[in-house]
């Protein structure tokens, strides 16, 4: 996989000439459980977009750590902070319009955040850059979205699922022994929504991981084939 800030210019040029395809991998810093560390939606998301980039090219840029509607506002969760609405659509915006501006031509923004008006706002902003782009395509997933395509339901807050994707990627960053014995875990005492974060394992992890890579990689370069075809035509009439 390739790291957009460690590239030489030649390098983005071969990539944006062969596989002109960026992720943006966005989530936000928020409470996660007593177990998580606060960076979970981004550094997870960020790991699974290195993933998607090893299988089908092109280059994932650094992860954006800037989210609305999080636990804070919501339910009153410190070791977080919220953005405004506004913020994040014209940095998502901004984002897409300058990676279209350099000549690549599939974005992807993969959030590790599912706030459901965070979600909204970013979709607004690749709907916007979609209205006024016809030679490219931008797309905004949740980063369980693909495997729920094959019926796999991920998706939680710092439940089973998330934490799992953080056992496989960064065990040292998980820590079980902090969360209470014996008593269940829930979202207005814990912060803690889905199932149990207590049967999390890497395994399950490592398997939500790839199948995210086996799902999303096919509709990726089914979106570079069109890009790329309608790149061909238009540099034909030049
Ligand atoms: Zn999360």
Wanted: hydrophobic content about 40%.
């Amino acid at each position: 996989m390739t790291k957009y800030e460690e590239c030489k210019p030649a390098e983005l040029d071969a990539i944006i000439e062969e596989c002109p395809f960026a992720i943006i991998p966005w989530g936000a810093h928020e409470w996660h459980g007593p177990h998580n560390a606060c960076g979970l939606d981004t550094i997870k998301a960020y790991h699974m977009a290195l993933d998607l980039c090893a299988q089908v090219g092109g280059v994932v840029l650094p992860p954006v750590y800037c989210s609305y509607q999080t636990m804070k506002p919501w339910r009153g969760f410190r070791h977080t902070l919220e953005f405004r609405r506004e913020t994040v659509f014209w940095l998502a915006l901004q984002y897409l319009e300058q990676l279209y501006d350099e000549g690549f031509r599939v974005m992807l923004i993969l959030m590790g955040h599912y706030g459901g008006k965070h979600v909204e706002t970013i979709q607004e902003a690749v709907q916007r850059f979609n209205d006024c782009h016809s030679q490219s395509r931008a797309v905004a997933w949740q980063d369980y979205l693909p495997a729920g395509w094959v019926e796999v339901k991920g998706g939680d807050h710092a439940g089973k699922n998330e934490t799992s994707l953080l056992m496989h990627y960064r065990p040292d960053l998980v820590d079980l022994a902090r969360l209470p014995e014996g008593e269940e875990v829930n979202v207005d005492i814990h912060g803690v929504g889905g199932e149990d974060p207590r049967q999390a394992s890497a395994e399950h992890g490592k398997m939500l991981a790839e199948l995210f890579v086996e799902q999303a990689a096919p509709k990726i370069r089914e979106m570079l084939d069109e890009v790329l075809r309608m790149r061909e035509v238009a540099r034909r009439k030049v």
